[in-house]
């Protein structure tokens, strides 16, 4: 399932629009302070189990505002990044806008939905899954059935990020519907834990928890 790699590269490598970095980010790379988080606090809160994934490596490159986390199941894998975007002609982070309404979750979108549209044998369709308390993210769906995999990518706005959910799985062992109810029963999960991270860490560490009552 190499494939899925591939997907991940070439969409974050298209649409993560960096500028020549200024002497005090090139300095301090860890200057990606975007409502309250920092991409080392986002990476900590990635979830070690979700359903029958495990994750098994996470990266942080703060310069380009991106964490990248790995998880493994039996016959499936999947990549989760969550990332800012910084403009060429500003210093700080453009924000995204939370939800699907932003030109580059809706570009993401698009794009994920034409890779799949014209790879040999598979067949690609737009849908949406829910997450959150009501709110529903863009998901496309596709499935390569000469080669039994099932592939899902999601991608959302939240916290003036956006999140990227690439799952994908080997039904031949299984049957098809099965492995796409845990695909996306994977992104449901993590999207709804992303959102959800509660207080900002203070100074980019994690805020101090409550005194006993």
């Known amino acids: 399932m190499n494939i899925r790699t591939?997907?991940?590269?070439?969409?974050?490598?298209?649409l993560v629009l960096l500028g020549p970095l200024n002497s005090a980010f090139a300095q301090d790379p860890y200057l990606d302070?975007?409502?309250g988080y920092r991409s080392n606090s986002i990476a900590d809160?990635?979830?070690?189990?979700?359903?029958p994934f495990t994750l098994v490596k996470h990266s942080v490159n703060p310069q380009d505002f991106t964490v990248t986390a790995e998880y493994e199941a039996v016959d499936a894998r999947a990549t989760v990044t969550m990332a800012g975007v910084?403009?060429?002609?500003?210093?700080a982070a453009?924000?995204?806008k939370d939800g699907a309404d932003d030109p580059v979750v809706r570009d993401l979108f698009e794009k994920a939905t034409q890779y799949h549209s014209t790879q040999p044998g598979e067949i690609a369709v737009q849908t949406t899954l829910p997450y959150s308390a009501g709110r529903?993210?863009?998901?496309?769906?596709?499935?390569?059935?000469q080669e039994k995999h099932a592939f899902l990518v999601c991608v959302v706005g939240m916290h003036s990020r956006y999140l990227l959910i690439q799952p994908a799985a080997n039904y031949a062992k299984g049957?098809?519907?099965?492995?796409?109810?845990?695909?996306?029963?994977?992104a449901t999960s993590i999207a709804t834990t992303m959102n959800d991270l509660g207080t900002p860490p203070v100074n980019g560490q994690a805020a101090p928890a409550a005194a006993p009552q």
């Open 86 to 91: 910084r403009a060429s002609n500003k210093d």
């Open 45 to 51: 809160r990635f979830p070690q189990m979700v359903g």
């Open 136 to 145: 529903a993210m863009p998901c496309v769906t596709a499935d390569a059935a």
């Open 175 to 186: 049957s098809k519907d099965a492995a796409e109810r845990s695909l996306a029963d994977f």
């Open 33 to 35: 302070l975007i409502q």
């Open 94 to 96: 453009y924000p995204i």
């Open 6 to 14: 591939k997907i991940t590269g070439c969409l974050v490598s298209t």
